[in-house]
């Protein structure tokens, strides 16, 4: 390795860009990789159906491939279930639910949860780096971020299981039978731990459906709950694309249908089930505002906003990918930004160093595209970092929109990618109007060093999550969910048991 150190340029006029300075720093050194070792983790060549505790074949015998997006390399295969294999993971679970799940004693059921976040955290290196191959993003974030928060949620409801008596006021509760879960592409593992774990410590059996490009983890997760020795049937796995997810929500068999995904999808579900009894959540897009008032810390601020936004590529539904700022501190904080998007570094998602990994499909990386495209067409000043991307795979640079309208597609379309739009304020009010001047209401951020001012805002925010200068901080016991066409319902804490009991 070599270490070159060159002398930045002087900054002769005064009014020269921090950014640009620090950028000449960012290139004094020649970088050295720092890949995560991945050779203890054995990928199959081909994954059939979970169902039954077993690992059966696909009726109709269809695979399809799973790519890693930062190289566009085949993984795997995984096997596309068709109706008549997600009929047969219905039912096991049906078997399973009216035979041994119904009937265990909570705290027996609560031993197997307990089992499978231990064998989580066991397995965590091979499932940080499966998700990262599989999805694309930082191995930093799904080592610190996505397998240690599905342990944690497993350990949670885990305690929940023999204390259900006791969530409502003393109210009894009871199971609803089978749970069809179907999941994004976004937090593989983290949103399959989000459905499964509160959906058994509730006493249901469930069948779930991962997204078509990450299936992997799922897998893993498989592995693992065999290992757990969890009763057979109790949880079942089907891979597929969106008809797979149909047949699922369409199965007379099924009792609740949790979904996190587009709001478009969401809505097709809310349609199919409606009339049928079946209960519903539904965790859909976002379109968040990010405030910061001018009292607010605002280098604080600026690392907020970057995690707000460049977090998993911006692949989060409650990203806040609407900067509202402060008019009288509008070009000083821009200047941070662009200052601190410099030194991102963007690029191989299992280099323990990148900080914005690959864009999860060709298909939204497209859409990102699109959607800046428009930005630029309606007007809005678009900048990224000088930063150079990969030959190969799916790459987007970080992008800032300044003098975005709200009229703007940017401003009011989920883009699900690393781009920002910014919008000012003069006012509290104003601040609160524009906020709420969504479709969607899944989550805000409130920057201000009054206390009393970040309560007023998070009660007027029509948003299920606002964050107070912080961003993106998530916990087991915090219940998660939307307004509006963010879709309905909880998950996580108490207010998650909800979503798979009856209560009387
Ligand atoms: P999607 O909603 O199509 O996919 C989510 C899940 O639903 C996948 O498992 C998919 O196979 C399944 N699915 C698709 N069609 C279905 C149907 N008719 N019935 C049942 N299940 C079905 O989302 P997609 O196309 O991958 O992404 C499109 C946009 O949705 C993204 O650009 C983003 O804006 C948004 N999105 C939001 C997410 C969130 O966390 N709220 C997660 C993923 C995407
Ligand atoms: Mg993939």
């Known amino acids: 390795m070599t270490i070159k150190l060159v002398e930045p340029k002087a ?51 269809r695979y399809f491939d799973t790519l890693s997006p930062s190289t566009e390399q085949k993984l795997s295969e995984v096997a596309e279930a068709s109706a008549e294999d997600v009929d047969r993971a219905v039912r096991a679970a049906r078997h399973a639910y009216d035979r041994v799940w119904s009937r265990m004693k909570p705290l027996e059921r609560g031993k197997y949860i307990f089992r ?38 497993f350990f949670y409801y885990a305690g929940w299981a023999d204390k259900l008596g006791y969530a409502f006021g003393g109210r009894p509760v009871s199971a609803l039978g089978v749970a069809g879960q179907i999941i994004p592409w976004n937090f593989p593992l983290l949103m399959a731990a989000w459905k499964i774990a509160p959906a058994l410590a509730c006493g249901n059996t469930v069948v779930l459906k991962p997204a078509e490009t990450t299936p992997l983890s799922a897998m893993f997760l498989a592995e693992i709950i065999q290992e757990a020795e969890l009763p057979d049937g109790v949880v079942n796995i089907v891979t597929g694309a969106g008809a797979t997810g149909a047949a699922l929500v369409a199965h007379p068999d099924v009792n609740k249908v949790a979904f996190t995904g587009s709001t ?44 707000g936004i460049f977090f998993n590529q911006g692949h989060v539904c409650c990203a806040g990918s609407r900067l509202l700022l402060e008019e009288s501190v509008h070009d000083l904080v821009i200047r941070k930004l662009r200052d601190r998007m410099a030194t991102l570094r963007v690029g191989d998602p299992l280099d323990k160093n990148t900080d914005i990994g690959a864009i999860n499909s060709r298909m939204q990386l497209e859409k990102i595209k699109e959607l800046c495209a428009a930005g630029e067409a309606e007007g809005a000043e678009r900048w990224s970092p000088p930063c150079e991307l990969p030959a190969k795979g799916f790459f987007f640079a970080p ?56 309560f007023k805002m998070a009660t007027q925010l029509e948003a299920g999550v606002v964050w107070g200068n912080t961003y993106n901080k998530f916990d087991p016991s915090s219940p998660f969910g939307g307004y509006k066409e963010s879709g309905f319902g909880r998950e996580g804490g108490r207010q998650g048991l909800a979503a798979y009991l009856h209560v009387d």
Do not use: M
């Open 264 to 307: 478009d999808v969401g809505k097709r579900i809310q349609k199919a089930l409606a009339g049928t009894g079946k209960k519903l959540t539904l965790e859909l897009g976002g379109k968040a505002a990010n405030i910061v008032f001018a009292d607010a810390p605002l280098d604080q601020a600026v690392d907020g906003i970057v995690n």
């Open 399 to 454: 992008t800032v929109f300044t003098g975005v309208a709200q009229s703007h597609r940017i401003a009011r379309e989920e883009i699900f990618g690393p781009v920002l739009s910014v919008l000012t304020f003069r006012t509290e009010a104003e601040a609160v109007e524009k906020a709420n001047n969504t479709f969607y209401g899944l989550s805000a951020g409130v920057w201000s060093n009054k206390g009393a001012r970040l």
């Open 11 to 61: 900054t002769a006029a005064g009014d020269r860009r921090r950014g640009e300075r620090r950028l000449e720093f960012a290139h004094a050194w020649d970088y050295a990789p720092a890949p995560e070792a991945v050779d203890h983790v054995k990928i199959l060549p081909r994954y059939e159906l979970f169902i039954d505790g077993k690992w059966q074949a696909p009726e109709k015998g």
């Open 116 to 153: 499978i976040a231990r064998i989580i955290q066991e397995r965590s290196r091979e499932l940080c780096i499966v998700e990262s191959l599989d999805g694309g993003k930082p191995i930093k974030e799904s080592r610190d971020f996505d397998v240690p928060t599905a342990a944690a949620h």
